[in-house]
């Protein structure tokens, strides 16, 4: 058997201990593979506290030689809920694609240990979810209600649905507030839409913490879209183990006096659809005003992107200048 | 010969290792990498999204041409960007 040459995309955090990988009709597996998980360094936790753990799979799995519509098989984590990564062999890389999705609940603290559970039923190949999902440290409490654990799929509709009353918890550092802030009064002075990236972490899957705004260049706003520059992307982090945190979510202004208010368009939506569609991804919205711009959110629930009925109030950067100086 | 690279979207949520064939153009292994990332192909009114595929691992992280070759332009290991173009706003809103 050849050393891991690969890796899959997807890192995972501990589970309610789930993993399903469902394997398209088109390829099989032998006995010679097997998954292997490998440790994950998250944040400062040094990799070698990672103990390495492995995945076996079942023997009705192993033995299916010949292609199939579909299998899958379930593996519970009974680990301590520290990340994973799954590395597999170049054979497996050539051979298979592996879809995984998954179902993480709250961090364990039990040894490290896989096992597998046999088989589970079938699962729809269609709509992969192959995403990523680090574990970034401990982060002070905020819960969002995230969404389905499969990417929503379907077109955007032209209502977003209402929402919870609340994301109780949501935590937005006061970096981020204030960035927000200027955001949105740069927005609503030069009266042209402005954007940029949520950077934060994810302290476990039902928690989003928003720790600073990357702003995007100012290159393509007008006073009703904003085009993000290509690079801008690029140069976010990407990388959940590094303190520089990793990419949560997008936001974007509306100038108010445009009459562009508090909903998302159709291009918000699709946007949103298409490229922040992990089920932990926030959409916000700044609405900027003479008075005091807005903050709203939107995240995902059963596939919909829905509008939390939270506002976030944002001190005027100007304002808090003025006192500043007056002082 | 093949090169074996990293391939991340805009987000870096799917992120996947891939073998590109060396002598291959990058507009030949795009296919196969936003396949592979399971990225859309056409947004909702079924217009094609344009991928396009940045070297993360070069400090100016240069666009990668659909004309280059795979081998001239990454290097084993290197990661691979793919990004689309990302607009917000317009004024038809909901």
């Given at each position: 058997?050849?050393?891991?040459?690969?890796?899959?995309s997807?890192?995972?955090?501990a589970?309610?201990r789930r993993?399903?990988?469902?394997?398209p009709?088109?390829?099989f597996?032998?006995?010679a593979?097997?998954?292997?998980?490998?440790?994950?360094?998250?944040?400062?936790?040094?990799a070698?506290?990672w103990p390495?753990?492995?995945?076996?799979?079942?023997p009705?799995?192993?033995?299916?030689?010949?292609?199939?519509?579909?299998?899958?098989?379930v593996?519970t984590?009974?680990?301590?809920?520290r990340?994973?990564?799954?590395?597999?062999?170049s054979?497996?890389l050539?051979r298979l694609?592996?879809?995984?999705?998954y179902?993480?609940?709250?961090m364990?603290?039990?040894?490290a240990?896989?096992?597998?559970?046999g088989?589970?039923?079938?699962?729809?190949v269609?709509?992969?979810?192959n995403v990523?999902?680090f574990?970034n440290?401990?982060a002070e409490?905020?819960?969002?209600?995230?969404g389905?654990l499969?990417?929503?799929t379907?077109?955007?509709?032209?209502a977003?649905?209402?929402?919870e009353?609340?994301?109780?918890g949501?935590?937005?550092?006061?970096?981020?507030?204030?960035?927000?802030?200027e955001?949105?009064?740069?927005?609503?002075?030069?009266?042209?839409?402005?954007?940029?990236?949520?950077?934060?972490?994810?302290p476990?899957?039902n928690?989003v913490?928003?720790?600073?705004?990357?702003?995007?260049?100012?290159?393509?706003?007008?006073?009703?879209?904003?085009?993000f520059?290509p690079?801008f992307?690029?140069?976010?982090p990407t990388?959940?183990?590094?303190f520089?945190?990793?990419?949560?979510?997008?936001?974007?202004?509306?100038?108010v006096e445009?009459?562009?208010g508090?909903?998302?368009?159709?291009?918000?939506?699709?946007?949103?659809?298409?490229?922040?569609?992990a089920?932990?991804?926030?959409t916000a919205?700044?609405c900027a005003?003479?008075?005091?711009?807005e903050?709203?959110?939107?995240y995902?629930?059963?596939?919909?992107?829905?509008r939390s009925d939270?506002?976030?109030?944002?001190?005027?950067?100007?304002?808090?200048?003025?006192?500043?100086n007056?002082r | 010969m093949?090169?074996n690279?990293?391939v991340?979207?805009l987000t870096?949520d799917?992120?996947?290792?891939?073998?590109l064939?060396?002598?291959?153009?990058i507009?030949?292994?795009?296919?196969?990498?936003v396949?592979?990332?399971?990225?859309?192909?056409?947004?909702?009114?079924?217009?094609?999204?344009?991928?396009?595929?940045?070297n993360?691992?070069?400090?100016?992280m240069?666009v990668?041409s659909?004309?280059?070759?795979?081998?001239?332009?990454?290097?084993?290991?290197?990661?691979?960007?793919v990004?689309?173009n990302?607009?917000?706003?317009?004024?038809?809103?909901?």
């Amino acid at each position: 058997m050849s050393e891991p040459s690969g890796q899959l995309s997807a890192v995972l955090t501990a589970a309610d201990r789930r993993i399903r990988v469902a394997v398209p009709s088109d390829v099989f597996v032998t006995a010679a593979e097997q998954l292997r998980f490998d440790a994950f360094r998250a944040g400062l936790i040094d990799a070698s506290e990672w103990p390495e753990v492995q995945a076996r799979v079942t023997p009705s799995w192993l033995d299916k030689a010949t292609p199939t519509e579909s299998f899958a098989f379930v593996i519970t984590l009974t680990g301590a809920g520290r990340p994973v990564r799954t590395l597999y062999h170049s054979g497996q890389l050539q051979r298979l694609k592996l879809y995984i999705e998954y179902s993480l609940g709250r961090m364990l603290t039990a040894r490290a240990d896989m096992t597998t559970l046999g088989e589970a039923p079938a699962v729809d190949v269609s709509t992969p979810a192959n995403v990523a999902l680090f574990w970034n440290g401990p982060a002070e409490g905020l819960h969002i209600p995230l969404g389905p654990l499969t990417p929503p799929t379907q077109a955007p509709t032209r209502a977003v649905q209402s929402g919870e009353p609340k994301l109780p918890g949501l935590r937005v550092s006061a970096e981020a507030g204030r960035q927000l802030g200027e955001l949105a009064e740069d927005s609503q002075l030069r009266s042209v839409e402005l954007g940029g990236c949520l950077i934060g972490c994810l302290p476990d899957i039902n928690h989003v913490a928003v720790t600073r705004v990357a702003r995007a260049p100012d290159v393509g706003g007008a006073f009703a879209h904003f085009e993000f520059d290509p690079r801008f992307w690029v140069v976010l982090p990407t990388d959940g183990s590094s303190f520089s945190g990793r990419v949560v979510g997008w936001v974007h202004t509306h100038v108010v006096e445009h009459g562009h208010g508090l909903a998302l368009s159709r291009q918000d939506l699709q946007t949103a659809h298409l490229h922040f569609s992990a089920p932990w991804s926030i959409t916000a919205l700044a609405c900027a005003t003479p008075d005091h711009p807005e903050m709203h959110w939107f995240y995902w629930k059963d596939g919909a992107l829905v509008r939390s009925d939270d506002r976030l109030t944002l001190a005027r950067p100007s304002a808090t200048r003025a006192r500043e100086n007056g002082r | 010969m093949e090169l074996n690279v990293q391939v991340k979207d805009l987000t870096g949520d799917r992120c996947q290792r891939v073998r590109l064939p060396a002598g291959a153009t990058i507009g030949q292994v795009r296919p196969q990498i936003v396949e592979t990332l399971c990225l859309p192909e056409n947004d909702f009114d079924g217009q094609p999204i344009t991928w396009v595929l940045y070297n993360e691992s070069v400090e100016t992280m240069p666009v990668l041409s659909d004309v280059e070759r795979v081998g001239d332009a990454l290097q084993d290991e290197q990661v691979v960007r793919v990004i689309p173009n990302v607009i917000a706003g317009v004024a038809d809103h909901v």
